[in-house]
């Protein structure tokens, strides 16, 4: 019994005692005794937080955050920048991530693992998810695309990646020339509303999918959420390779 059902047990022996001194004057004790032992044996089987007896209700249970790990999503590929296996590799990961985030900048490590372990068994495939929160990573995935379309995405993903806290335009440019772009292509792509289409369209995709932070990775369609360790890459992809 819970402090609040005492209290009321207490109040009520108390409200009985005295109607049981009433009794007494003519001559009813037991019915009184037997009134106030009825009631602390009620009260006594009632469920805690509730005197009446009901149960309280349990909260709500929360809704589910992000897509659902063991559901199969189609996510699209078509266009994307991809490393590692072809378009036929048994396994194709796909990951949705920030240039700002500083988790996406850690898990480009784990991408490198996985590539170098799996080789052409494993297709890693980029999708542009700029955060809200991130004010400077719009340009930092603008400047990507416009790498990719000189056929250097990699090359400037890792510079930016390795760069983090610089990212600006005049930044993107430097980088631009050191890979070997044309630089005055590079900068009519980086301000082009066609780059900027493709990046919104990998972000809409990602909402329509319930991604909403980053990394996000489907594995084979499968999701994974967070900069997870190499082991946890490495169980997912080796079950979907069971299957192939």
């Not at 001559?27 to 106030?36: F, L, M, Q």
């Not at 972000?203 to 909403?212: D, N, S």
């Amino acid at each position: 019994m819970n402090s609040g059902n005492a209290l009321i047990v207490a109040a009520a022996l108390l409200g009985l005692s005295i109607l049981g001194g009433a009794y007494i004057l003519v001559g009813s004790v037991d019915r009184a005794t037997e009134g106030i032992v009825a009631l602390g044996s009620a009260l006594a089987k009632a469920p805690a937080g509730n005197v009446a007896g009901n149960a309280a209700a349990a909260p709500p249970a929360a809704p589910r955050r992000g897509p659902d790990p063991a559901k199969a999503y189609a996510v699209n590929t078509k266009g994307s920048p991809a490393k590692g296996g072809s378009v036929n590799a048994p396994v194709t990961l796909v990951e949705f991530s920030d240039f700002q985030c500083p988790f996406c900048s850690r898990v480009t490590g784990t991408l490198d693992q996985i590539e170098n372990t799996y080789g052409d068994k494993v297709r890693i495939v980029f999708k542009h998810l700029p955060l809200a929160m991130h004010s400077r990573a719009p340009m930092a995935h603008a400047a990507s695309e416009a790498a990719n379309r000189q056929g250097k995405f990699w090359e400037m993903h890792d510079l930016i990646f390795s760069n983090q806290r610089e990212l600006s335009e005049a930044k993107f440019v430097e980088y631009a020339g050191k890979i070997g772009l044309d630089v005055d292509r590079f900068k009519k792509d980086l301000a082009s509303a066609s780059v900027k289409a493709r990046v919104d369209a990998d972000a809409a995709e990602a909402r329509k999918l319930g991604v909403t932070g980053t990394p996000g990775f489907f594995v084979n369609g499968y999701f994974l959420s967070g900069a997870k360790p190499f082991s946890e890459f490495k169980r997912v992809i080796d079950a979907q390779l069971a299957k192939s």
